[in-house]
T-cell receptor, first 116, second 116 residues
Framework: GDSVTQMEGPVTLSEEAFLTINCTYTATGYPSLFWYVQYPGEGLQLLLKATKADDKGSNKGFEATYRKETTSFHLEKGSVQVSDSAVYFCALKDRNSGGSNYKLTFGKGTLLTVNP | DGGITQSPKYLFRKEGQNVTLSCEQNLNHDAMYWYRQDPGQGLRLIYYSQIVNDFQKGDIAEGYSVSREKKESFPLTVTSAQKNPTAFYLC???????????????FGPGTRLLVL
């Protein structure tokens, strides 16, 4: 079945540090890939997505590139801010023909804390 | 503003009691979903509905029930059969596309259910 593996947190950084959160996946088909962010006590917000190999999703200074050869979709940001403190989820949506392409499969999430 | 609303924000359940979580969307989306989030875990799909008057079980449907009588509403009932209901519940919606793997799911703010 499909699965998503994220680097375990928590990740603690100082403001303006470089961020990488690793995400790798296993899928039966050729999935779309997503990063969602969850601020404390809130629901999930879509951060960025990519639907095919070599696509780069970007938003609010965050970027992730769909790497089919390494089955990865690592999230990066060049200079984090305190306001980026949140839980980040990597997810995939498969395009297999078995009728389950409605489903988002999530990683366990990575807690990021940015200190001033 | 278009969006998804969930109520209440916090809900307390007594032993043997059924409780219903509300989810309403004004995005005119056909598809709606319920997910459960436990600490340190990714989201798991409870039920989903692709169209009014139709819904399907997700990965962890036991102890839950849903209805979809209106396009904008998808309430979730946590029954007494659900022995471990304490969790954060998230509702989502999407607009089905021909290429379903490209669909983006949008999430509500969540309801936290606690057992007394």
């Amino acid at each position: 079945g499909d699965s998503v593996t994220q680097m375990e947190g928590p990740v603690t950084l100082s403001e303006e540090a470089f961020l990488t959160i690793n995400c790798t996946y296993t899928a039966t088909g050729y999935p779309s890939l997503f990063w969602y962010v969850q601020y404390p006590g809130e629901g999930l917000q879509l951060l960025l997505k990519a639907t095919k190999a070599d696509d780069k999703g970007s938003n609010k200074g965050f970027e992730a590139t769909y790497r089919k050869e390494t089955t990865s979709f690592h999230l990066e940001k060049g200079s984090v801010q305190v306001s980026d403190s949140a839980v980040y989820f990597c997810a995939l949506k498969d395009r297999n023909s078995g009728g389950s392409n409605y489903k988002l499969t999530f990683g366990k999430g990575t807690l990021l804390t940015v200190n001033p | 503003d278009g969006g998804i609303t969930q109520s209440p924000k916090y809900l307390f359940r007594k032993e043997g009691q059924n409780v219903t979580l509300s989810c309403e969307q004004n995005l005119n989306h056909d598809a709606m979903y319920w997910y459960r989030q436990d600490p340190g875990q990714g989201l798991r799909l409870i039920y989903y509905s692709q169209i009014v008057n139709d819904f399907q079980k997700g990965d962890i449907a036991e102890g839950y029930s849903v209805s979809r009588e209106k396009k904008e509403s998808f309430p979730l009932t946590v029954t007494s059969a659900q022995k471990n209901p304490t969790a954060f519940y998230l509702c989502a919606s999407s607009q089905p596309r021909t290429e379903m793997f490209k669909e983006t799911q949008y999430f509500g703010p969540g309801t936290r259910l606690l057992v007394l």
